[in-house]
């Protein structure tokens, strides 16, 4: 396309230039490059791809991928661009904006190109297509995981397939599309309020992570300046798409706010239960029989959800981080019993504060058991699975504090270890 266009661009390209850039502007050159630059970032799609992936790459992948799609864009987007405009007024480019490259190739080489280009864009969103199922099937296992969304999504069929998540995410995709009315600029207008709102998170989630996590340990580290340019960037591109296309945020609107009270929902599934069984019980005088039976039934819910166990591994058993253990569970996971466990290779070497200062916080917490455990061995991913087996308790339910350099593991290589300090 692009030498097929270079061709034609020097032989009519400079009288098509002229009649463009003398035509009449209404807006200023400020405010037309604001909304260009707010067009052109859809153009940037595809980065949050490679996240999708992370936790599958190999260690330098995950890099190498952003580095080769920033190239990409930065030199075939702006090229296009100029070819297109080289070709064709911008009258005709609005008006064959939904198949614009096609008709670029039409133009510069003849039918057989923009045939050609269509079918490549035919497969290039097939590849999307099977991308968004596979990163949608594992953020919902995630999320399901860490009891963001409900339990029943994690059945599986015969093949280990979360068939539910998938089905989801299908209809959730044909509903679009009928509220869309099949419209691509509609349906690009939604995506594209979605897809800088992730971008923006991105930005948000790394900050978050400098700041609360700043001892982690990780193979690529970006500068706060980059960090925060880029959230401006975007949080940019984002309003100047919302002021282009404002019926569409109404759309947008209308998947977020109920994907968002879900997930709040789950979150504070106990406060909620807890309301309603204050609720049954101040009518319990008349309806006796019925709200005994809900009643009990709810609380069996809410044991349910506390019965679940949780592990912290501690190694030097410092009492004030202990403490920030206990506060994070108490606050932040539905448990009333607690694993505190410490795994050396000499048993008789703990120290015998540690045990005192575990019976300390279990009487300063009294609503969860705390049981005091040390493991003979060395702490790594096999010990996490053999104790995830020994005591049936999934690895998200096992907690560590921030570790240090010399730690000889990543996150990943633990299983699904979380930090909590």
């Known amino acids: 396309?692009?030498?097929?266009?270079?061709?034609?661009?020097?032989?009519?390209?400079?009288?098509?230039?002229?009649?463009?850039?003398?035509?009449?502007?209404?807006?200023?050159?400020?405010?037309?490059?604001?909304?260009?630059?707010?067009?052109?970032?859809?153009?940037?799609?595809?980065?949050?791809?490679?996240?999708?992936?992370?936790?599958?790459?190999?260690?330098?992948?995950?890099?190498?991928?952003?580095?080769?799609?920033?190239?990409?864009?930065?030199?075939?987007?702006?090229?296009?661009?100029?070819?297109?405009?080289?070709?064709?007024?911008i009258a005709q480019i609005s008006s064959n904006k939904e198949t614009l490259l096609s008709h670029v190739g039409d133009i510069a080489a003849g039918n057989w190109l923009g045939f050609a280009i269509a079918v490549d864009a035919t497969l290039v969103l097939s590849g999307a297509v099977l991308t968004s199922f596979v990163g949608v099937a594992g953020l919902i296992h995630r999320m399901v995981l860490d009891r963001c969304l409900p339990q029943f999504l994690l059945k599986t069929n015969s093949r280990g397939a979360h068939y539910r998540s998938i089905i989801l995410f299908f209809i959730l995709n044909v509903s679009v599309l009928l509220a869309t009315q099949g419209h691509l600029t509609a349906l690009a207008g939604v995506y594209t309020l979605s897809f800088l709102a992730v971008m923006v998170l991105f930005g948000l989630g790394n900050l978050l992570l400098k700041i609360r996590r700043s001892g982690i340990r990780r193979p690529v580290s970006a500068s706060w300046f980059g960090v925060i340019f880029g959230i401006v960037a975007i949080s940019l591109g984002l309003v100047g798409n919302i002021i282009m296309n404002p019926v569409y945020v109404g759309l947008f609107l209308e998947y977020f706010i109920p994907a968002g009270i879900i997930v709040l929902v789950m979150l504070h599934r106990i406060a909620i239960l807890s309301a309603c069984l204050y609720v049954l019980r101040s009518i319990s005088e008349r309806l006796t029989s019925l709200t005994e039976t809900i009643t009990c039934s709810i609380q069996n819910q809410i044991a349910?959800?506390?019965?679940?166990?949780?592990?912290?591994?501690?190694?030097?058993?410092?009492l004030a981080?202990?403490?920030?253990?206990?506060?994070?569970?108490?606050?932040?996971?539905?448990?009333?019993?607690?694993?505190?466990?410490?795994?050396?290779?000499?048993?008789?070497?703990?120290?015998?504060?540690?045990?005192?200062?575990?019976?300390?916080?279990?009487?300063?917490?009294?609503?969860?058991?705390?049981?005091?455990v040390v493991h003979q061995?060395?702490?790594?991913?096999?010990?996490?699975?053999?104790?995830?087996a020994k005591w049936s308790i999934p690895?998200?339910?096992?907690?560590?504090?921030?570790?240090?350099?010399?730690?000889?593991?990543?996150?990943?290589?633990?299983?699904g270890v979380r930090l909590i300090i």
Do not use: C
């Open 1 to 89: 396309l692009l030498v097929f266009g270079a061709l034609y661009l020097l032989q009519h390209g400079p009288q098509v230039f002229l009649n463009n850039w003398n035509a009449p502007h209404e807006d200023s050159i400020a405010i037309a490059l604001f909304f260009g630059f707010s067009a052109a970032m859809l153009g940037i799609s595809g980065f949050e791809s490679s996240a999708n992936f992370v936790e599958e790459q190999v260690e330098g992948v995950f890099a190498k991928t952003l580095k080769n799609m920033w190239i990409a864009v930065t030199v075939f987007n702006p090229l296009i661009a100029v070819l297109a405009l080289g070709l064709m007024p």
């Open 304 to 318: 349910s959800i506390n019965s679940q166990q949780i592990v912290f591994f501690t190694r030097a058993g410092d």
């Open 321 to 372: 981080n202990l403490n920030l253990a206990m506060l994070y569970v108490r606050q932040n996971e539905h448990t009333n019993r607690m694993k505190i466990v410490t795994v050396v290779e000499d048993p008789s070497k703990v120290s015998p504060d540690l045990a005192a200062d575990i019976r300390f916080l279990d009487r300063a917490y009294p609503e969860i058991d705390i049981e005091f």
């Open 377 to 388: 061995g060395t702490f790594g991913p096999d010990t996490i699975q053999e104790l995830s």
């Open 395 to 415: 690895p998200n339910f096992m907690f560590i504090g921030s570790p240090q350099n010399d730690f000889k593991y990543s996150l990943a290589d633990l299983g």
